[in-house]
C-alpha cells in the first residue's frame, strides 16, 4: 500500500521523449477537492508548450486522458473521484522536440471533508464508517480537543422532533476519536457559522474513543465533526442515535448555585445535593456542580462533607467570589479526616463579607459525588485583616511629574484627558511622588501596570493629602479615585504587605508611572487573552503543554490543591510550541496549571488531573 505524505508524493520515472529540452521540474497538486485538483509545474527551460496525461494511479502511458499544447503551467483538473489516487505526467515542447516526463501522485480529498458537503447519517441506522486518512484539517478547533492537527470528515443529521441524542465511536484501525457536535447556518455563504453544541476528546484516559449524549435538542440539522488526535489518522465507526435526554443539574453552572445564606458565629448551614450528569461545563478538569453561601462579615469559613456517603476520594479546595469566577481562594488547611465518619472539610480564614461560589466533584469515576450533603460554618475572622495604608516611603516625595508636565493632567474643552507618563522613571518600593494641581470632582486614574519591571512585586498604591491622610487605597496596579479638592496629593508606592523599610524590593524596578483623567485608564495595553493546552488529561504524569498564546518569556508553576507549588519552569516558548513535563511520582489528584507571561504579566489557569 503506498503512502501518500501530505497528499503528495513526487517520483520521477525513467521514461523518455525525445529529450532534447529541459524536463519540468516542482510537480504539484494543490487546492485538492473531493473532485478536482489544480496542477502545476515549473518550466525547465525554454520551451513554448507542455503536454499532460492524467488517470488513476498506475496507468500506462497512453491510456490516460492527454491534454497537449498548454500555454502555461498549470491545468485545472475535474471531475475526479473522492478518495481515489490519480498519477498525472507533465513534459516539455521547444522547437518540435520533447522532454522526459515529470510525474506526480495525489490523491482527492474524502466527499465530507468540507462541512458543507457533509454525508448524512441515519438516526437510530447502522454505522458509518470514519476515515480522515487524507482528509486535511477544516472547520473550528473544537473546545475540548487537543492537539488536533490530523484530517476531519463531517457528518449531518436531520431532528423531525425534540430529543436527546447519543453518539457513539468504535475503534477500526484507528484508536482514538474526536468528536463535536455543532448548529451551523450559513453553508450558502463563504463563512458559514457554527455554534457547539457538545464536544468529547476522550471517554476516559485509558479509552480515547468518544462518546456524547445530549440534553433535549430541537428538531433541526445538526452537524457531527469527526477527526482524530495528530498522527493517528485512520478508520473508525460512529452511530447516532435517539435517546431520552439527560436532565442536567439545576447548579451544573455556578449561575444556577442557591445562595445559602451563613449566620457567623450561628450554627452550620446545611446544603443536599445530586451530581449525576453533571458536566465539566468550567472547564475544571472534572465533571462539578455549585454551592454557594453568603457570609455579612469577615468570618474564618469550614466547608465539610460529614455524612456524605460514600466518601469522595477528591475534592476541589478552591473557592471563587464571583460567577463566572475571578478571583480564588486556597484553602488556608485541609483536614482529612475531620469529620467522624472520614470525610475531609476545608477551611478559609479571613474571608470578607460577600458570596463565594464552591465546585463539589461529581465525576463518580474521579471519586465525586452523585449525592452529597454539605456543611458551611462561619465563626468571626481570627484576625481581622486591614488595609495596609502605609503612608512610610522611604523616597520622596519626588516632584517629577511637576517638573515635567507642570502637575496632573486635567480634560479639555472637548473633554480629552492626556495621559501623562514617566518614561524614564520605574517605580520601588516605598517611594512616593507628589503632584500639584488636582481638581476636585475630576476622576483620575494612577498606573503602573506597564514599563520596566511591571509586575515584579505586588504593589500597593495609597493616595494621601500633604497632612498623610489616605483618601483611596488598592493593592493593584491600577488605582482610580475622585479628587477632593483642587491642589497637590502624594501618590505613594510599597510593596504589598511591606511598609517602608520591610521591603526587599527598595531597588527593584516596577514599572513606569502614568496618570490620566476623566475616566481614561492609562498604562494598560490591550493584551491577547493568554491560553493553552494540556494533554493528555487526565494523565498518568507524562503530559505535554501546548502554548497557544504569543511568542514570550513564561513562567509555568503547578500547584497541588493546597497551594503548594511542586512545579517550576521558566523559559522562553514560542506561539504553538510544546513543552513535554514529566511529573512521574506526583500523587494522584487534581493540581492547578498557572503559564504566566512574564512580559505582560497576564496568565491562565487549568486542571490538570493525575492518575
Known amino acids: 500500500m503506498k503512502f501518500i505524505f501530505t497528499i503528495l508524493l513526487a517520483i520521477q520515472l525513467p521514461i523518455f521523449l525525445n529529450a532534447q ?5 516542482g510537480l504539484q497538486a494543490s487546492d485538492l477537492t473531493s473532485n478536482s485538483a489544480q496542477l502545476s509545474w515549473t518550466a525547465g527551460g525554454t520551451e513554448l508548450y507542455w503536454g499532460l496525461e492524467w488517470g488513476l494511479d498506475g496507468f500506462e502511458i497512453g491510456a490516460g486522458t492527454r491534454i497537449d499544447s498548454l500555454e502555461i ?47 448524512t447519517i441515519t438516526l437510530d441506522g447502522d454505522s458509518v464508517l470514519v476515515d480522515n486518512t487524507y482528509a486535511i484539517p477544516f472547520g473550528p478547533q473544537a473546545s475540548c480537543w487537543g492537539n488536533h492537527l490530523a484530517g476531519d470528515v463531517w457528518y449531518l443529521f436531520e431532528l423531525t422532533e425534540p430529543s436527546g441524542i447519543e453518539i457513539i465511536t468504535s475503534a477500526v484501525t484507528s484508536n482514538d476519536s474526536h468528536i463535536a457536535l455543532y448548529e451551523v447556518s450559513g453553508c450558502e455563504s463563504d463563512t458559514p457559522i457554527y455554534t457547539e453544541l457538545y464536544c468529547s476528546e476522550d471517554i476516559s484516559g485509558a479509552d480515547w474513543m468518544s462518546y456524547i449524549i445530549t440534553e433535549e435538542l430541537a428538531a433541526g440539522t445538526y452537524y457531527v465533526h469527526c477527526g482524530t488526535w495528530n498522527n493517528s489518522w485512520g478508520k473508525y465507526s460512529v452511530w447516532v442515535n435517539t435517546v431520552e435526554p439527560i436532565v442536567l443539574p439545576p447548579n451544573n453552572e455556578c449561575v ?9 458565629d450561628g450554627f452550620a448551614t446545611n446544603v443536599s445535593g445530586n451530581g449525576t450528569n453533571a458536566t465539566d461545563e468550567n472547564f475544571m478538569g472534572a465533571a462539578h456542580v455549585w454551592e454557594a453561601f453568603s457570609i455579612d462579615t469577615c468570618a474564618d469559613v469550614s466547608i465539610d462533607f460529614c455524612s456524605s456517603n460514600p466518601i469522595p476520594d477528591i475534592i476541589f ?19 482529612s479526616a475531620d469529620c467522624a465518619d472520614g470525610n475531609q472539610a476545608m477551611i478559609y480564614t479571613n474571608l470578607p463579607a460577600g458570596t463565594y461560589y464552591y465546585p463539589v466533584v461529581a465525576e463518580t469515576s474521579l471519586g465525586g459525588f452523585e449525592e452529597y450533603t454539605m456543611n458551611i460554618t462561619a465563626t468571626t475572622c481570627s484576625t481581622v485583616p486591614q488595609p495596609d495604608t502605609c503612608t512610610i516611603w522611604l523616597g520622596g516625595p519626588y516632584g517629577d511629574f511637576n517638573s515635567e508636565f507642570g502637575g496632573a493632567p486635567f480634560p479639555d474643552t472637548a473633554g ?43 504593589v500597593e498604591i495609597a493616595i494621601s493629602d500633604t497632612l498623610g491622610n489616605i483618601i483611596a487605597w488598592a ?28 521591603s526587599d524590593n527598595t531597588q527593584t524596578d516596577n514599572g513606569n508611572i502614568s496618570i490620566s483623567c476623566g475616566g481614561v485608564v492609562p498604562g494598560i495595553k490591550e493584551r491577547i487573552a493568554l491560553n493553552f493546552e494540556i494533554y493528555p488529561n487526565p494523565s498518568s504524569g507524562k503530559l505535554s503543554i501546548r502554548n497557544r498564546s504569543l511568542s514570550a518569556d513564561y513562567s509555568i508553576d503547578i500547584i497541588t490543591s493546597t497551594g503548594q507549588v511542586v512545579w517550576n519552569k521558566e523559559m ?18 487534581i493540581y492547578l496549571v498557572k503559564m504566566i507571561n512574564k512580559n505582560d504579566r497576564s496568565y491562565a489557569v487549568k486542571r490538570l488531573i493525575i492518575e
Open 572 to 589: 522562553s516558548i514560542l506561539s504553538d510550541e510544546i513543552l513535554d513535563v514529566n511529573l512521574a511520582g506526583l500523587p494522584s489528584g
Open 256 to 264: 444556577g448555585a442557591t445562595i445559602s445564606p451563613v449566620i457567623v
Open 317 to 335: 479546595s478552591s473557592l471563587f467570589d464571583e460567577c463566572p469566577f475571578e478571583n480564588i481562594f486556597q484553602s488556608g488547611e485541609l483536614q
Open 21 to 25: 529540452c529541459d524536463q519540468p521540474t
Open 475 to 502: 493593592e493593584s496596579c491600577l488605582i482610580t479615585f475622585v479628587a477632593p479638592y483642587d491642589g497637590s496629593l502624594f501618590i505613594g508606592f510599597n510593596e504589598a504587605g511591606a511598609c517602608g523599610e520591610s
Open 416 to 458: 480629552v484627558c492626556p495621559i501623562y507618563t514617566l518614561d524614564v522613571i520605574s517605580i520601588w518600593a516605598s517611594e512616593s511622588y507628589e503632584v500639584f494641581d488636582f481638581q476636585e470632582g475630576i476622576e483620575y486614574a494612577v498606573s503602573v501596570c506597564e514599563g520596566e519591571g511591571a509586575g515584579s512585586w505586588p
Open 73 to 119: 503551467e498549470e491545468y485545472s483538473l475535474t471531475g475526479l473521484e473522492a478518495l481515489t489516487s490519480y498519477d498525472y505526467y507533465v513534459w516539455a515542447i521547444c522547437d518540435g522536440d520533447t522532454s522526459s516526463l515529470g510525474a506526480l501522485e495525489f490523491i482527492t480529498l474524502p466527499s465530507n471533508n468540507f462541512t458543507c458537503d457533509a454525508d
